[in-house]
Antibody, heavy 118, light 109 residues
């Protein structure tokens, strides 16, 4: 059974870069069957899909975030990562990494709270 | 890329049925069969309840059902139970990305 675990700093300063890693166990991120995605949820608000990556390295981003977001793979470590540039308080959220099939997140990490504050 | 439209809240008594709607456009809900529904209990992460409009993952009770007509998808929960009280989110494929609804709070009276 696949397991996903987010890791990274819980506090990021405004204007800096938010960097998170998702470690996948129980499956290979080299699989052609899945996409690997990031979803976030600001405190008290709804879910927002950020983007996803396929094993080929092809990436897909929410248009409104595309200019600030990068998702990448590290197949040697069976991990994928998220970077969000020029963060503001609006980027404060619980960030989830997920395994996607046909735009559906079937498996989720437990989530990590990232606060943007000086 | 506006969020899909869901009612902010719905409620029902134990044993009753409730339906939550999710309205989009022909570019998302109406254009693809990839509509999903997630349940999120307070303080917990989302759990997949329905995918591909009407498919249930293993372990999800058949009290949960999904349907789509045109640009609107719906989630029906029959035989309401206290444990169904949660936030519910729809999502849809939208070409090269995924859109979520704003979420609906279900209260079991």
């Amino acid at each position: 059974q696949v397991q996903l675990q987010e890791s990274g700093p819980g506090l990021v300063k405004p204007s800096e870069t938010l960097s998170l890693t998702c470690t996948v166990s129980g499956d290979s991120i080299n699989s052609a069957n899945y996409y690997w995605a990031w979803i976030r949820q600001p405190p008290g608000k709804g879910l927002e899909w950020i983007g996803s990556i396929y094993y080929t390295g092809n990436t897909y981003y929410k248009p409104s975030l595309k200019s600030r977001v990068t998702i990448s793979l590290d197949t040697s470590k069976n991990q994928f990562s998220l970077k969000v540039n020029s963060v503001t308080a609006a980027d404060t959220a619980v960030y989830y990494c997920t395994r996607e099939v046909a735009s559906t997140s079937h498996s989720w990490g437990q989530g990590i709270l990232v606060t943007v504050s000086s | 890329q506006s969020a899909l439209t869901q009612p902010r809240s719905v409620s029902g008594s134990p044993g009753q049925s409730v339906t939550i709607s999710c309205t989009g456009s022909s570019s998302d809900v109406g254009g693809y069969k990839y509509v999903s529904w997630y349940q999120q209990r307070p303080g917990k992460g989302p759990k997949l309840m329905i995918y591909d409009v009407s498919e249930r993952p293993s372990g999800v009770p058949d009290r949960f059902s999904g349907f789509k007509s045109g640009n609107t998808a719906s989630l029906t929960i029959s035989g309401l139970q206290a444990e169904d009280e949660a936030d519910y989110y729809c999502s849809s494929h939208a070409g090269t990305y995924v859109l979520f609804g704003g979420g609906t709070k279900l209260t079991v009276l």
